[in-house]
Protein backbone atom coordinates (compact mmCIF):
# COMPACT_ATOMS: atom_id res chain seq x y z
CA UNK A 1 0.00 0.00 0.00
CA UNK A 2 1.13 3.27 -1.11
CA UNK A 3 -1.08 6.51 -0.30
CA UNK A 4 -0.39 9.25 -2.84
CA UNK A 5 2.28 11.99 -1.31
CA UNK A 6 -0.90 15.00 -2.01
CA UNK A 7 -2.93 13.24 0.24
CA UNK A 8 -0.18 12.64 2.92
CA UNK A 9 1.13 15.93 2.97
CA UNK A 10 -2.27 17.74 4.34
CA UNK A 11 -2.47 14.96 6.78
CA UNK A 12 0.95 14.33 8.82
CA UNK A 13 3.03 17.21 7.79
CA UNK A 14 2.25 19.16 10.91
CA UNK A 15 2.83 16.18 12.94
CA UNK A 16 6.13 15.51 11.78
CA UNK A 17 6.40 19.46 11.69
CA UNK A 18 6.66 19.47 15.80
CA UNK A 19 8.07 15.68 15.64
CA UNK A 20 11.00 17.76 14.21
CA UNK A 21 10.85 20.97 16.55
CA UNK A 22 10.92 18.68 19.66
CA UNK A 23 14.00 17.53 18.61
CA UNK A 24 16.01 19.95 16.50
CA UNK A 25 14.72 22.84 18.74
CA UNK A 26 15.02 25.08 15.33
CA UNK A 27 11.86 25.87 12.95
CA UNK A 28 13.86 25.75 9.63
CA UNK A 29 15.55 22.44 10.49
CA UNK A 30 12.28 21.18 11.73
CA UNK A 31 10.63 22.59 7.90
CA UNK A 32 13.79 20.90 6.46
CA UNK A 33 13.41 17.28 7.69
CA UNK A 34 9.28 17.52 6.73
CA UNK A 35 10.38 18.15 3.06
CA UNK A 36 13.22 15.70 3.49
CA UNK A 37 10.77 13.06 5.18
CA UNK A 38 8.54 13.49 2.52
CA UNK A 39 10.84 12.89 -0.29
CA UNK A 40 12.10 10.10 1.52
CA UNK A 41 8.51 8.65 1.13
CA UNK A 42 8.41 9.49 -2.48
CA UNK A 43 11.59 7.83 -3.27
CA UNK A 44 10.91 4.53 -1.13
CA UNK A 45 9.97 1.22 -3.00
CA UNK A 46 8.90 0.24 0.25
CA UNK A 47 5.40 -1.28 0.24
CA UNK A 48 3.79 -0.62 3.69
CA UNK A 49 1.16 -2.71 5.46
CA UNK A 50 -1.28 0.19 6.28
CA UNK A 51 -1.95 3.96 6.79
CA UNK A 52 -0.24 3.70 10.98
CA UNK A 53 2.33 1.60 9.37
CA UNK A 54 3.29 4.92 6.96
CA UNK A 55 2.83 7.22 9.44
CA UNK A 56 5.52 5.62 12.18
CA UNK A 57 7.81 5.31 8.92
CA UNK A 58 7.43 9.40 8.54
CA UNK A 59 7.73 9.74 11.97
CA UNK A 60 10.93 7.09 12.41
CA UNK A 61 12.47 9.43 9.00
CA UNK A 62 11.76 12.57 10.74
CA UNK A 63 13.71 11.31 13.98
CA UNK A 64 16.74 10.00 12.12
CA UNK A 65 16.99 13.18 10.13
CA UNK A 66 16.78 14.79 13.14
CA UNK A 67 19.43 13.21 14.95
CA UNK A 68 21.47 13.80 12.05
CA UNK A 69 21.27 17.37 12.11
CA UNK A 70 21.82 17.52 15.33
CA UNK A 71 25.36 15.74 14.97
CA UNK A 72 26.34 17.62 12.15
CA UNK A 73 29.32 19.79 12.68
CA UNK A 74 27.17 22.91 11.28
CA UNK A 75 24.39 22.06 14.07
CA UNK A 76 27.03 21.47 16.93
CA UNK A 77 29.03 25.09 15.87
CA UNK A 78 25.86 27.23 16.07
CA UNK A 79 24.57 29.63 18.62
CA UNK A 80 21.39 30.73 19.13
CA UNK A 81 20.46 34.44 19.90
CA UNK A 82 19.50 35.56 23.62
CA UNK A 83 15.87 35.69 24.08
CA UNK A 84 16.38 39.67 24.55
CA UNK A 85 17.32 40.13 20.65
CA UNK A 86 13.78 39.38 19.42
CA UNK A 87 12.31 41.63 22.27
CA UNK A 88 10.18 39.09 23.92
CA UNK A 89 7.37 40.24 26.14
CA UNK A 90 8.32 39.91 30.02
CA UNK A 91 4.28 38.41 30.57
CA UNK A 92 5.02 34.98 29.11
CA UNK A 93 1.70 32.85 29.65
CA UNK A 94 1.68 28.96 31.23
CA UNK A 95 1.50 27.64 27.81
CA UNK A 96 4.31 29.26 27.05
CA UNK A 97 6.50 28.45 30.19
CA UNK A 98 5.39 24.45 29.15
CA UNK A 99 6.93 24.90 25.66
CA UNK A 100 10.05 26.51 27.20
CA UNK A 101 10.63 23.80 30.05
CA UNK A 102 9.74 20.90 27.64
CA UNK A 103 12.32 22.14 24.96
CA UNK A 104 14.67 22.65 27.51
CA UNK A 105 14.49 18.38 28.21
CA UNK A 106 17.49 16.82 26.79
CA UNK A 107 16.59 15.13 23.24
CA UNK A 108 16.22 11.67 24.49
CA UNK A 109 13.50 12.86 27.12
CA UNK A 110 12.20 15.74 25.17
CA UNK A 111 11.00 13.64 22.43
CA UNK A 112 9.27 11.12 24.43
CA UNK A 113 7.55 13.62 26.23
CA UNK A 114 6.12 15.04 22.64
CA UNK A 115 5.09 11.60 21.29
CA UNK A 116 3.12 10.64 24.56
CA UNK A 117 1.76 14.21 25.13
CA UNK A 118 1.65 15.60 21.68
CA UNK A 119 0.92 12.96 19.09
CA UNK A 120 -0.85 10.49 21.53
CA UNK A 121 1.15 7.27 21.01
CA UNK A 122 1.30 4.92 23.55
CA UNK A 123 4.54 3.44 25.26
CA UNK A 124 5.04 0.82 23.30
CA UNK A 125 4.69 2.75 19.85
CA UNK A 126 7.17 5.17 21.34
CA UNK A 127 9.48 2.02 22.13
CA UNK A 128 9.10 1.11 18.57
CA UNK A 129 9.63 4.32 17.54
CA UNK A 130 12.78 5.47 18.87
CA UNK A 131 14.14 2.11 19.29
CA UNK A 132 14.06 1.63 23.26
CA UNK A 133 12.48 -1.06 25.25
CA UNK A 134 8.85 0.18 26.77
CA UNK A 135 10.65 0.05 30.57
CA UNK A 136 12.99 2.58 28.90
CA UNK A 137 10.40 4.56 27.39
CA UNK A 138 8.42 4.48 30.70
CA UNK A 139 11.60 5.65 32.88
CA UNK A 140 12.37 8.14 30.21
CA UNK A 141 8.66 9.56 30.67
CA UNK A 142 8.97 9.33 34.39
CA UNK A 143 12.05 11.29 34.37
CA UNK A 144 11.22 14.01 32.34
CA UNK A 145 7.70 14.59 34.02
CA UNK A 146 10.33 15.03 37.12
CA UNK A 147 12.45 17.87 35.43
CA UNK A 148 9.38 19.61 34.19
CA UNK A 149 8.09 19.34 37.53
CA UNK A 150 11.84 21.08 38.60
CA UNK A 151 11.68 23.40 36.26
CA UNK A 152 8.40 24.53 35.88
CA UNK A 153 8.35 25.06 40.08
CA UNK A 154 11.67 26.85 39.91
CA UNK A 155 9.99 29.28 36.83
CA UNK A 156 7.14 29.84 39.38
CA UNK A 157 9.32 31.06 42.56
CA UNK A 158 11.18 33.10 40.08
CA UNK A 159 8.08 34.83 39.02
CA UNK A 160 7.50 36.17 42.67
Not at 7 to 13: H, S
Not at 70 to 90: A, C, E, H, N, Y
Not at 142 to 153: E, G, I, P, S, V
Amino acid sequence: MKIPIDDLVPAYKDCIFRTAFSMTRNAADAEDIVQETFYQYIVTTRDFENEDHIKAWLLRTAINKAKNIRISFWSQKRVSLPDSMWGTSPQISDDQRLIKAVLSLPTKYRIVIHLYYYEDYSVNEISQLVRATPSAVKNRLLRARRMLKDKLKEDWHDDE
